[in-house]
Structure formats: C-alpha cells, structure tokens
C-alpha cells in the first residue's frame, strides 16, 4: 500500500480507500489508544484535497507554502514507500508526530482569579480578532460567544462550528455556526461569519444554503477586514419581502450584546470554550498558536 493513494481507484499499486480506513481503523484508535493526539477528528479525508486518487503535484493547491508542504510531503512518502516496510514507517511518523506540542490551549489557572469580567472578555475578542488566521478567529469568537449566551439561557442549547475548507455538501453544517436545541437537531440560530471584503454573492450563497436546509433566517456576522459595497439595508429589507429574516451585525456588536447578557465564566470554562470549537473547526495551527499567546497576553 502505498502512503501517496487516497482512494481504491488510484493507479498505483495496492491502492485502497484512505476515508474507509481512517474513518474504520484510525479513528477508534487515536481516539482511544492515542488520546486524540492526531487532532481528534471523528471525520478525517472529508476536505476537498482527499477528493483526488492520490497525491502529485497536480492536485490543486494554492501556491508558495501550500504547495511547498504537498511537494515535501509527496517526497517524504516515496521514499517511505522505497523502504518498503510499512510499520516501521508508521511507528517513525507517530514518534515525531506525538510529542509535538499539543493543539490545545493551556493555561496557569492560579494566574487568571476566580472568573473572568465582561471587560476581560471583550478584551479576549478583541484580542482573537487582531489577527484573522483566514477567518478562523472570526468564528472562533463568534462560537464562543453563543456558548455564552447558551450558558446564560440555561437551556441547553447545542453550539456546533465547522471546519472553515469543509463541504457543506459532506456534513451537517447549515452556516459556519449552528446553534440547536437541546435535542443536537431542531435549529435555532444560523450564522455566517465573515472577516474578509464580501459581496452580494456571498451572502446570496449563505442565505441559500440555511433556504435549502429549511430554514428562514441567518446572522451575518462581519469582523474588522470585512468589507463591501453592498447596500446592507436593501438587502435585509429585499430577504423581508421573501419570507426570509436576513441580520448583519459587527462582530464588535456581537460581541458586546452577548456579553452584556452572559453569566459569570471562569478562566477555565473559557479556555475549555475555546479548546472545544478549535476541535470541531479543525483549526489551523497558525490559529492555535495565536489563541495560546491571546491567552498568555491575557
């Protein structure tokens, strides 16, 4: 078998389902045995580079770093394939892969008090939102802040956020949050999180996935790279006529209306916030680092 086949039908030798086999063998063990010390994913080669047979360097990537990694990493698998033993291999790759710092947040809780002020809290948003990370901090917050709220309602509200790269086609996601109710299914809040110039498009695509999900409205959150040349208001007022409750709020809006409303929180329960949406969004490592050092700073 060789490390470069992602599915059967790849024209090399001994190729095989890489999804079927992470979703059947990895993911049970990592998860149990490793401690989820390969990222957690219960849902791995669901990403649009998996959707190719195997890895070359014709599998679409953005150029410079991205490009660089899959040449590197195509390189480093062919010559784990020379060597023509495949456990010594895996056990090489797990020796370097798991004492790697760890992809979660951690913190000195004898530092930070007993719980965390609502100024401190706007000031950890505004923090996160200091560096996009491609717009993984934007909804990062935006999670976080609807657990806040979900904590200060007491009804035990669902908040689920998704990776940034996945198929909204390939999973559950309706927007890139999704509040439900307490049962994971009946949905009460959608929405969008956008940190980048956006477009009428944009928001037509949004809309129309949370339409087609059966749902008639969306928070548009926009953070502090967004901008447009949209009039917003027409827009809200032209979804009104359609049936279809359309909000765009700033993320600095958001964050204040949450917070004003949000319960006392601890440094802990915060951090244990932040740790759970890093893991469903299957953040970047660049995103991880910078909420170590927010957290640090704080």
Same mark, same amino acid.
């Given at each position: 078998?060789?490390?470069?086949?992602?599915?059967?039908?790849?024209?090399?030798?001994?190729?095989? &389902?890489?999804?079927?086999?992470?979703?059947? =063998? =990895?993911?049970?063990?990592?998860?149990?045995?490793?401690?989820?010390?390969?990222?957690?994913?219960?849902?791995?080669?669901?990403?649009?580079?998996?959707?190719?047979?195997?890895?070359?360097?014709?599998?679409?990537?953005? %150029?410079? #770093?991205?490009?660089?990694?899959?040449?590197?990493?195509?390189?480093?698998?062919?010559?784990?394939?020379?060597?023509?033993?495949?456990?010594?291999?895996?056990?090489?790759?797990?020796?370097? +892969?798991?004492?790697?710092?760890?992809?979660?947040?951690?913190?000195?809780?004898?530092?930070?008090?007993?719980?965390?002020?609502?100024?401190?809290?706007?000031?950890?948003?505004?923090?996160?939102?200091?560096?996009?990370?491609?717009?993984?901090?934007?909804?990062?917050?935006?999670?976080?802040?609807?657990?806040?709220?979900?904590?200060?309602?007491?009804?035990?509200? =669902? +908040?689920?956020?998704?990776?940034?790269?996945?198929?909204?086609?390939?999973?559950?996601?309706?927007?890139?949050? &999704?509040?439900?109710?307490? &049962?994971?299914?009946?949905?009460?809040?959608?929405?969008?999180?956008?940190?980048?110039?956006?477009? %009428?498009?944009?928001?037509?695509?949004?809309?129309?996935?949370?339409?087609?999900?059966?749902?008639?409205?969306? +928070?548009?959150?926009?953070?502090?790279?967004?901008?447009?040349?949209?009039?917003?208001?027409?827009?809200?007022?032209?979804?009104?006529?359609?049936?279809? &409750?359309?909000?765009?709020?700033?993320? %600095?809006?958001?964050?204040?209306?949450?917070?004003?409303?949000?319960?006392?929180?601890?440094?802990?329960?915060? =951090?244990?916030?932040?740790?759970?949406?890093?893991?469903?969004?299957?953040? #970047?490592?660049?995103?991880?680092?910078?909420?170590?050092?927010?957290?640090? %700073?704080?």
């Amino acid at each position: 078998m060789t490390p470069l086949v992602l599915q059967a039908g790849a024209p090399l030798e001994g190729a095989f &389902d890489a999804r079927s086999l992470c979703h059947g =063998v =990895v993911v049970p063990f990592e998860q149990t045995t490793l401690e989820k010390g390969l990222g957690g994913s219960n849902e791995p080669f669901l990403n649009k580079p998996a959707r190719y047979t195997h890895l070359n360097m014709d599998n679409a990537v953005r %150029r410079g #770093k991205d490009r660089e990694t899959l040449a590197r990493l195509i390189s480093v698998f062919e010559q784990v394939n020379d060597l023509g033993n495949g456990d010594q291999a895996l056990v090489a790759v797990l020796h370097h +892969i798991l004492p790697m710092e760890s992809r979660v947040v951690t913190f000195d809780a004898a530092r930070f008090g007993q719980f965390v002020s609502k100024s401190r809290l706007l000031k950890l948003i505004e923090m996160l939102l200091a560096q996009s990370c491609e717009g993984e901090t934007l909804a990062l917050s935006v999670a976080l802040l609807f657990e806040l709220m979900a904590k200060g309602t007491g009804n035990g509200l =669902v +908040i689920s956020s998704h990776p940034a790269n996945q198929s909204g086609a390939s999973s559950k996601e309706v927007a890139d949050i &999704d509040v439900f109710e307490a &049962d994971g299914k009946t949905p009460r809040h959608c929405a969008e999180a956008k940190d980048k110039p956006f477009t %009428r498009a944009d928001v037509d695509h949004a809309a129309g996935k949370v339409a087609e999900a059966g749902h008639t409205s969306l +928070i548009f959150i926009y953070g502090p790279n967004a901008k447009t040349g949209e009039n917003l208001a027409a827009l809200v007022q032209e979804y009104e006529g359609k049936g279809f &409750d359309l909000t765009f709020v700033p993320a %600095r809006a958001f964050a204040e209306g949450n917070v004003s409303l949000a319960p006392s929180v601890t440094p802990v329960e915060v =951090v244990d916030l932040l740790n759970k949406h890093l893991a469903l969004m299957r953040a #970047k490592e660049v995103t991880i680092q910078h909420c170590k050092e927010v957290i640090e %700073r704080m």
